[in-house]
């Protein structure tokens, strides 16, 4: 079991452009949920993706979007990148039924 | 909101000897999860222990296990025969049992295991 995977593991972007990252779950979890976490801090929870929906959001503006494919992959979209955008961003798969996740090891996104 | 706080930014510890870390938190429901997640250099979040608020009995995991008090919320971990290896972040969260697993996280505890 591969457990969860992301990808690509680190990136420097410009401010203004745009990013993907990409999300693998771990075998036989339906539900992917996006953290962001800055230097320092506690991830903060962006939104979660269940049956390629979105179900629920976090306080972050509409710049952050997503997408979660048939096969419970899941993307993360970043439009407009800030300065402040520069973070970890982890993935993180679970089952609807079951509490508590399995996290990847992120992707570090650097904006300059 | 449910909030969750972590009032020990950095806790220091030698090998072999235990260490016990806090978590309070506060919320309005009865039925909920509480974890411990350790976040090492590698940067990886990796589960510890989860407990659910119904039980009254203490999660453990070998050497790490939690005294949890539902009244008092609060939710500590102790790590026992602390190792070189659990130097790390530690990650008090709280997970509403309707909460869709969305996790709020505390801010983290800085945890160095000297030889």
């Known amino acids: 079991d591969a457990g969860v995977t992301q990808s690509p593991t680190h990136l420097i972007k410009t401010r203004g452009q745009q990013v993907t990252l990409r999300c693998s779950p771990k075998?036989?979890?339906?539900?992917v949920s996006w953290y962001q976490q800055a230097l320092g801090q506690g991830p903060q929870f962006i939104f979660q993706y269940y049956e390629e929906e979105e179900r629920q959001r976090g306080n972050f503006p509409d710049r952050f979007s997503g997408h979660q494919f048939p096969n419970y992959s899941s993307e993360l979209n970043v439009n407009a990148l800030l300065l402040g955008d520069s973070a970890l961003y982890l993935c993180?798969?679970?089952?609807?039924?079951?509490?508590?996740?399995?996290f990847g090891q992120g992707t570090r996104l650097t904006v300059v | 909101a449910q909030t969750v706080t972590q009032s020990q930014p950095e806790m220091s510890v030698q090998e072999a000897e235990t260490v016990t870390l806090s978590c309070t938190y506060d919320?309005?429901?009865?039925?909920?999860?509480l974890f411990w997640y350790k976040q090492p250099p590698s940067r990886q979040m990796i589960l510890v222990i989860r407990q659910e608020a119904y039980k009254q009995q203490n999660a453990t995991e070998n050497r790490f296990s939690v005294n949890f008090q539902k009244a008092a919320k609060s939710f500590s971990l102790k790590i026992s025969d602390s190792q070189l290896g659990d130097t790390a972040m530690y990650f008090c969260?709280?997970?509403?049992?309707?909460?869709?697993?969305?996790?709020?996280f505390g801010a983290g505890t800085r945890l160095a295991v000297h030889p």
């Open positions: 969260a709280f997970l509403s049992s309707g909460g869709y697993n969305k996790l709020i």
């Open positions: 993180a798969s679970s089952l609807v039924s079951h509490g508590g996740a399995f």
């Open positions: 075998s036989g979890h339906d539900t």
């Open positions: 919320t309005s429901e009865n039925n909920y999860y």
